[in-house]
Nanobody, 125 residues
């Protein structure tokens, strides 16, 4: 069964850090780009970051640049999101997603066919 499973969410104080993981089952995901999105209560799902299949290219939403880092380990079939200097407005459910493409690292939700169940990140002030 092909699936994405996120982990690493939790409660952290403002200014703190968390590292999210997205483990994939199915070898096909090692050939796909991967992205992170988030959705806060009452808001639309928004793009956070994405990385190409080999990690050679990445893309970030403007508000995450300099604070978040996306990386991947294709041997472990896992993508990571290192989040530093967290702010209360980063509170959201974070989702891992994959497009059926090795190079697409854009922000269009419609391009991502595979989604995880999400992991909650709560940043307290």
């Amino acid at each position: 069964q092909v699936q994405l499973v996120e982990s690493g969410g939790g409660l952290v104080q403002a200014g703190g850090s968390l590292r999210l993981s997205c483990a994939a089952s199915g070898r096909i995901f090692s050939r796909y780009a991967r992205g992170w999105f988030r959705q806060a209560p009452g808001k639309d799902r928004e793009f956070v970051a994405a990385i190409s299949w080999n990690g050679g290219n990445s893309n970030y939403a403007d508000s995450m640049k300099g604070r978040f880092t996306i990386s991947r380990d294709n041997i472990k079939n896992t993508v990571y999101l290192q989040m530093n200097s967290l702010k209360p407005e980063d509170t959201a459910v974070y989702y891992c997603a994959a497009p059926p493409s090795s190079v697409y690292i854009g922000a269009r939700i419609s391009e991502y066919n595979y989604w995880g169940q999400g992991t909650q990140v709560t940043v307290s002030s």
